[in-house]
């Protein structure tokens, strides 16, 4: 793998474009290469196989333009992919970095005794992953699935249903 290839990173939208740039901040030497799939968004609506699917149309994407890394910038999408991604190393054969719903980070913040507010996509609540940390840092913690809460953040769309229901 070149040392000077680009790091990929992906999200279903745009979203993730707050993550591509606190890398650029943080990695200001490293070349980068964003793909956001809005065709197939919103992903936190799909089945975990599908999103592994999509997942890894992007990543073979991201491999066939020399990345030396992934970087998954999607709760729903890492959730669902991120492990069968790195189990794959002959697919892959390099890292894969994925997003997670905050709670550790939270409770640190709030402290012990204070309710976290967890709004994520419907996959993202449903999935082991986040399963594993609300069983390690969740105590106290609200789950709130939200169907539409994707198209909300990546259009700031002020009338979606995501608001009022």
């Avoid at 979203?15 to 793909?35: K, M, T």
């Avoid at 968004?41 to 149309?57: D, H, S």
């Avoid at 609300?134 to 608001?163: I, K, Q, W």
Wanted: proline share 6%.
């Amino acid at each position: 793998m070149e040392r000077n290839a680009p790091i990929g990173i992906f999200d279903s939208g745009v979203g993730g474009i707050s993550v591509l740039a606190e890398c650029i901040r943080q990695l200001p030497g490293e070349d980068f290469i964003y793909f956001g799939d809005t065709l197939n968004a919103p992903y936190g609506t799909k089945t975990t196989g599908e999103i592994l699917r999509l997942c890894e149309n992007v990543a073979d994407i991201l491999t066939e333009k020399g990345v030396k890394a992934i970087v998954i910038a999607c709760n729903t999408a890492t959730a669902a992919a991120a492990e069968a991604l790195r189990e794959n190393t002959a697919r892959y054969p390099f890292p894969v970095i994925g997003m997670e719903p905050a709670l550790k980070l939270a409770k640190n913040e709030v402290g012990e005794d204070k309710k976290v507010l967890v709004l994520a996509t419907p996959s993202t609540i449903a999935s082991e992953k986040y399963a594993r940390l609300l069983s390690r840092f969740g105590e106290n913690t609200v789950s709130l699935p939200c169907p539409g809460l994707m198209e909300f953040v990546e259009r700031l769309e002020f009338d979606s249903p995501a608001l009022h229901t």
